[in-house]
């Protein structure tokens, strides 16, 4: 149990587009999703948490009109990087928190996707 | 603030040696503390947790760890080293029951010499 599922792995796009990354937990309702980012040798970096059909709260720094969050349904949570940059290629992870077994405490984390903007 | 602090950044042994990955943490709560395995390009899986009961853990693929409140401190041991093992490894800690948000240490890479 306690599976989410990160879409895509792996994606490219070309400055100034927008891309949209897709968390979602497959067996489990999630109350709140978290997405990370992780530069290359380094630890991870929460950039926000959402709360199913409320606003996303953002860390510090994270600048929310370019990484808007959607957290429409219990099972589904988007980011998506607007006008990306070549400083915005990174790695992005998200992790479902829910109020079944496992998934208590947040721990259950996507496969991650890899953004590179050219 | 919660923090974690991961000694080494690298750690290298041989195949059949001793593991030993270190985490201090800090938090004004008791923590709920987890250890990570993250393959490239991969996302985290969890090798174990604890969260305020037994404070020896056993987790997946022969990994243990140890709760040390009077150490502040959390190490990732495994008795016999395995190629496979070869990865990063993040050490985290949570802000509290019911709380999910993680704060990361800095993470061990951890190789195996054959």
């Known amino acids: 149990g306690a599976v989410v599922s990160q879409h895509p792995s792996w994606v490219i796009c070309k400055s100034g587009t927008s891309v949209k990354i897709e968390c979602r937990s497959l067996?489990?309702?999630?109350?709140?999703m978290f997405w990370y980012r992780q530069f290359p040798k380094q630890s991870l970096m929460l950039m926000a948490t959402?709360?199913?059909?409320?606003?996303?709260?953002?860390e510090q720094g994270v600048e929310k009109d370019k990484f808007l969050i959607n957290h429409a349904s219990l099972t589904l949570s988007t980011l998506t990087v607007t006008s990306a940059h070549p400083e915005d290629s990174s790695f992005y992870i998200c992790?479902?928190?829910?109020?079944?077994?496992?998934?208590?405490?947040?721990?259950?984390f996507g496969s991650g996707t890899r953004l590179t903007v050219v | 603030a919660q923090s974690v602090t991961q000694l080494g950044s690298h750690v290298s042994v041989s195949e059949g040696a001793l593991v030993l990955l270190r985490c201090n943490y800090s938090?004004?709560?008791?923590?709920?503390l987890f250890w990570y395995v993250q393959y490239p390009n991969q996302g985290l899986q969890l090798l174990l947790k604890?969260?305020?009961?037994?404070?020896l853990v056993k987790g997946i693929n022969g990994f243990e760890a140890e709760f040390k409140k009077s150490e502040t401190s959390f190490h990732l041991t495994k008795p016999s080293a395995h190629m496979s093992d070869a990865a990063e490894y993040f050490c985290?800690?949570?802000?509290?029951?019911?709380?999910?948000?993680?704060?990361f240490g800095q993470g061990t890479r951890l190789t195996i010499n054959p």
């Open positions: 992790s479902a928190g829910g109020s079944a077994g496992e998934a208590n405490y947040g721990y259950t």
């Open positions: 067996d489990f309702q999630a109350t709140t």
């Open positions: 959402s709360n199913e059909g409320s606003k996303a709260t953002y």
């Open positions: 938090s004004s709560v008791p923590p709920y």
């Open positions: 604890y969260t305020s009961a037994a404070t």
């Open positions: 985290a800690v949570s802000e509290g029951q019911g709380a999910q948000k993680l704060v």
